[in-house]
């Protein structure tokens, strides 16, 4: 069969042979992969930055995807870390780790949804005590995962969402698409009374965030719980020791390994039956998995998530 390989952490994957998969017990199941997207993290996976990498060469990468089974069945895929990922015809998943979906789906915009979605998803639900009611700011709004935060916090039962991001014009975008109130990264003193921050940036401008937040909230005894998702602007950030001394600060990260498999595998069905009924606007572009080559280079904010098709 064919699939997308990565031979080399420092060239894009490379459309070629691969064998056929093989279930290797009846908890595995072998599906025709239908739309598999191209999320950040499957591009540190296949340049070897994630953090789970493990540095062996070659694999198929690929995370997630819709796929049908022997049955004909639709289902919703996860996986975590394999050597035939799903960026192929055909892969092998755990039959724990799918959820059926409906037959009548448009399977490129649900393989674009689930992976953004859960990120939010599972940060509010596994990783804090979220309370209805509670008041969201999201940091990193303009980016695919950091727009359905918005609207995934309101699904869950915020009162309040605060969209904040570096291009002005494309975070006023965001009102009325999950969002109440938009602001830059050099106002955040005007959310400094959130109960919730879903962070995808990290890095410097979450240093300056921090205080900025803190030092600005009308009561620092409520808690603030911090959770850090992703990391465009940097892998590490310097937080001052006051942060968490002069104000009820629970900061938290959420992603493979602070998420077990079994607690992903738990809200998987809520997820992708809420991405099935349309709840959230989602923009995808299929792409044969042929050119991905083509598309690997494209800058990964770009409009509408990738998803490759067979």
Do not use: C, K
């Not at 109130?181 to 921090?210: H, K, M, N, Q």
């Not at 620092?220 to 600060?249: D, K, M």
Request: hydrophobic share 45%; net charge negative; aromatic share 6%.
């Amino acid at each position: 069969m064919r699939a997308a390989v990565v031979t080399s952490f420092d060239s894009p994957p490379e459309y070629a042979e691969w064998p056929e998969p093989a279930a290797s017990s009846d908890d595995s199941l072998v599906v025709d992969v239908l739309a598999a997207a191209l999320h950040p993290r499957v591009r540190s996976q296949a340049d070897g930055s994630h953090y789970t990498s493990t540095g062996d060469l070659p694999f198929v990468p690929g995370i997630d995807a819709v796929v049908r089974d022997a049955s004909g069945h639709l289902r919703y895929a996860l996986l975590h870390e394999s050597e035939l990922g799903t960026f192929a015809e055909r892969t092998v998943v755990p039959r724990e780790a799918t959820v059926p979906l409906p037959d009548d789906i448009d399977v490129a915009r649900v393989a674009a949804a689930m992976n953004p979605v859960m990120s939010s998803w599972v940060a509010l639900r596994r990783r804090i005590a979220f309370q209805p009611d509670s008041r969201v700011l999201v940091l990193g709004a303009t980016g695919n995962a950091g727009r359905l935060a918005l609207q995934v916090a309101r699904t869950l039962g915020a009162s309040e969402v605060i969209a904040a991001g570096r291009d002005a014009h494309r975070t006023a975008s965001l009102l009325g698409h999950g969002a109440d109130t938009t602001i830059g990264f050099d106002e955040l003193s005007r959310a400094a009374d959130v109960d919730v921050v879903l962070d995808y940036v990290w890095g410097a401008p979450t240093e300056r965030a921090l205080v900025d937040v803190v030092t600005a909230r009308s009561d620092r005894s409520r808690p603030l719980h911090w959770v850090e998702i992703g990391s465009v602007a940097g892998p590490t950030a310097s937080i001052p020791s006051a942060a968490f001394r002069a104000a009820r600060l629970d900061l938290v990260g959420s992603g493979i390994g602070s998420v077990s498999a079994a607690e992903f595998g738990a809200e998987l069905p809520a997820i992708a039956e809420a991405v099935s009924r349309g709840t959230f606007d989602v923009e995808a572009r299929p792409v044969h998995l042929s050119d991905l080559t083509a598309v690997w280079a494209e800058d990964p904010g770009a409009a509408g998530r990738v998803v490759f098709v067979p």
